[in-house]
């Protein structure tokens, strides 16, 4: 069939929280603008009832089925094998494919880097050096801070010009004990997140639903579905379940126009002036990969063969123990705090720089099923349950991965179900990685000591868990031979093609990654409005 | 007997568990024993149930609805379940004994015990992509701890209440 064509100054592939930001903020300027999601509407009830419902409660990806038109991976109760693994080290990333993105399920970390995490290839000797510094960012951390609603303290490394929107989100006994028994050792630091301490922007403070992940039941924290709302309530137009699968450009190399399936696998057409792909870090690369034509055979966007490489994410180990006192972990939010001092050293040029993050999930389920499988029943049940939830605590560390261009995303043989080739992943984890995990061993060892720490059981040696904070396939950088985008995140080859995601992020640091994207995003925005002559509506604060 | 005894009299139907046990069961469950049953078999889920359970008090209709489910399940487990109390009977096997004792001989009954706490603490009968959920918040595990936790996705309380020391 012929397809049917829609026109928009922009075009916007993907309503997570980054790509609705975006929208959002060029629709309040006032363009035309079209975002393209791929996956369906869910409401905040449908996913709370779906995760109460749930046969595999610590599965937080089980409130968040694939639709069969635009599918994400899923692992559990089997693997549905989207996302392929050519290993050597298995890559195993989570990402939602629906209205908002992945942040529907997020603990709201929501850091800034520290300064030097701009800059550790001059400063270290690893790594690359961002194509701007910290002072660059700065007002645009504080403007993402102010859209998101973001509580924090001013101790965790990150200087600042304003204060946070909100004071830190009230700290839980447990976290307040533990700070207490382990200072001065370690200073424990409240986390910075995207959660209310208050009311804000017409959502009500935290009330300690403890569900952050999968779910925040009550929008107490900012999320990429109210995103993509702010975006549709500032005049962008969403269609859901528009599953891009093309992009294609004029004899220039100019993008001129978006295809894509709906769930019935009818092709549409969509023009536009200037193009934003925010697909995330894996569907985006595959995109400009599935995209390539005669004039660009390796993909759009990829004369420097950087796309889809550089894939970078944060691996931990944990260790897990029993503290002498009853902490009863489960109240107030999952993740609020941890410990900063080994973000940043000289100890970089050695081995990985780490974030330690103490967990405040309900240690409940996890310890029944433990039970149950040990065979423990009866009156002994009951106590052992209320010893472990009690006392069970948990520290990871968030080691920082450095960019290598052999861990990457590419297409495979395989198709999905819309007949599209599915993404592939090659990762490991590097030798930089690991020594920054033995020297954490340390540090684990240290605070059991300090809390009178009991039946240590440390995560299994070479076992390192994801945290989805997907990285890097898109890398900014000032050499078009080695980055895929400046640093206005405009692609190097496309002079009307640009990318907002923590894809275009040129190294992890050490903190949850959204933040960084979207901060970067609004950058992209400013620069792409002012150089169209277009005044942003909310001009960064301390620029405007 | 027919199989559903629904219309049964109240009396009959809290004085079939009982007369399942032995004095030596029947002392482990004290508390359970006046539980309404429909059926003998459905009286030694009820029965298995509680000895697993501990002394939580459970709930008829949810014992009814993890019975059904388990023998939607597999036709064979009322059966089964039958014979586990049986054993239990006669070797007067400690609850926290069970398990090792049923994994140490292979029993063909090992699972059965698993089955039934998974559905009374979990609140999950069936298992990979059969599972399903028929408990949150009534499911045991969620209750005891009630006194100091609720369950993910249930208000803990007013902004802050988190900071005070649990008691």
């Not at chain 1, 694939?66 to 089997?78: G, M, R, S, T």
């Not at chain 1, 092709?267 to 200037?274: E, P």
């Not at chain 1, 970067?520 to 400013?526: D, G, P």
Request: glycine letters at 8%; proline letters at 7%.
């Amino acid at each position: 069939m012929m397809p049917d064509v829609t026109a928009a100054d922009f075009v916007v592939i993907g309503s997570g929280i980054i790509g609705s930001t975006v929208a959002r903020r060029l629709a309040e300027a006032g363009a035309s603008v079209l975002i393209l999601e791929a996956g369906p509407r869910v409401t905040r009830g449908e996913v709370v009832a779906r995760f109460r419902n749930s046969p595999r409660r610590s599965d937080w990806m089980s409130p968040y089925p694939p639709a069969p038109w635009a599918p994400h991976p899923i692992y559990q109760p089997e693997s549905n094998n989207y996302l392929l693994q050519a290993g050597p080290y298995p890559y195993e990333a989570e990402y939602i494919r629906q209205v908002g993105g992945t942040t529907w399920h997020w603990a709201a970390h929501a850091w800034r880097n520290v300064p030097n995490d701009f800059k550790i290839k001059s400063l270290y000797g690893v790594g690359v050096d961002w194509p701007f510094g910290y002072d660059d960012l700065e007002p645009f951390y504080q403007e993402a801070e102010e859209l998101m609603g973001v509580s924090g303290a001013p101790n965790t490394g990150s200087p600042r010009k304003k204060p946070f929107p909100m004071e830190p989100v009230a700290e839980p006994y447990a976290m307040r004990r533990i700070r207490e028994r382990l200072v001065p050792a370690y200073e424990v630091v409240t986390n910075t997140t995207a959660r209310n301490s208050r009311t804000y922007d017409g959502r009500p403070a935290c009330c300690g639903n403890n569900s952050c992940q999968p779910i925040c039941p009550i929008d107490a924290q900012y999320h990429g579905g109210l995103a993509a709302q702010a975006a549709e309530q500032a005049g962008a137009r969403l269609i859901a379940d528009a599953n891009v699968y093309k992009l294609e450009h004029d004899e220039r190399g100019r993008i001129s126009a978006a295809l894509y399936y709906d769930p019935d696998k009818n092709s549409h057409r969509v023009t536009g002036k200037t193009f934003v792909v925010a697909a995330n870090g894996i569907e985006s690369p595959r995109l400009l990969l599935l995209s390539a034509s005669d004039k660009f055979p390796r993909g759009l966007a990829n004369s420097s063969d950087m796309v889809g490489r550089n894939l970078m994410d944060h691996p931990s180990t944990s260790l897990t123990f029993d503290a002498d006192e009853d902490l009863w972990l489960g109240r107030g939010p999952q993740s609020p705090s941890s410990i900063g001092i080994m973000r940043d050293g000289a100890f970089r040029a050695e081995h990985a720089p780490y974030r330690l993050d103490f967990t405040n999930i309900s240690r409940v389920d996890g310890t029944t099923r433990a039970l149950i499988a040990e065979g423990v029943y009866g009156d002994e049940f009951a106590q052992r349950l209320r010893h472990s939830a009690a006392r069970e605590l948990n520290v990871k560390n968030v080691l920082e991965v450095l960019p290598d261009p052999n861990h990457r995303i590419t297409l495979s043989e395989q198709k999905d179900a819309m007949g599209i080739p599915k993404p592939q992943t090659h990762y490991s984890i590097g030798d930089y990685t690991r020594k920054g995990h033995e020297r954490s061993q340390r540090d684990f060892r240290r605070i059991a000591e300090l809390m009178g720490g009991s039946n240590l059981r440390f995560s299994k040696e070479g076992d390192f868990a994801n945290n989805q904070h997907i990285c890097g396939t898109l890398s900014m950088g000032d050499d078009p031979k080695s980055s895929v985008c400046d640093q206005w995140a405009r692609a190097h080859d496309h002079e009307n093609l640009y990318f907002a995601g923590t894809g275009v992020l040129p190294t992890c640091g050490t903190c949850n990654s959204t933040e960084n994207g979207v901060a970067v995003a609004l950058r992209t925005v400013h620069h792409i409005l002012g150089e169209q002559g277009v005044r942003p509506v909310s001009a960064p604060p301390g620029q405007g | 007997m027919p199989d559903n005894v629904l219309d049964a009299p109240a009396v009959t139907r809290r004085c079939l568990l009982a007369s399942l046990l032995t004095a030596y069961t029947a002392s482990l469950i004290p508390w359970a024993l006046a539980q309404p049953v429909d059926n003998a078999d459905q009286g030694a889920f009820l029965a298995i149930s509680a000895i697993l359970a501990g002394r939580q008090s459970l709930n008829a209709q949810q014992a009814k609805r993890l019975y059904d489910a388990l023998k939607a399940d597999d036709e064979g487990f009322p059966k089964m379940a039958r014979e586990l109390l049986a054993l239990i009977n006669d070797r007067k096997i400690a609850p926290l004994e069970l398990q090792q004792v049923l994994d140490g001989e292979k029993s063909p009954l090992a699972g059965v015990p698993r089955k039934i706490a998974t559905a009374w603490f979990l609140g999950i009968v069936g298992a990979g992509a059969k599972a399903r959920c028929l408990a949150y918040e009534t499911a045991l595990n969620a209750i005891i701890v009630s006194d100091v936790l609720k369950p993910p996705t249930y208000a803990y309380g007013v902004y802050g209440s988190w900071t005070a020391k649990p008691t």
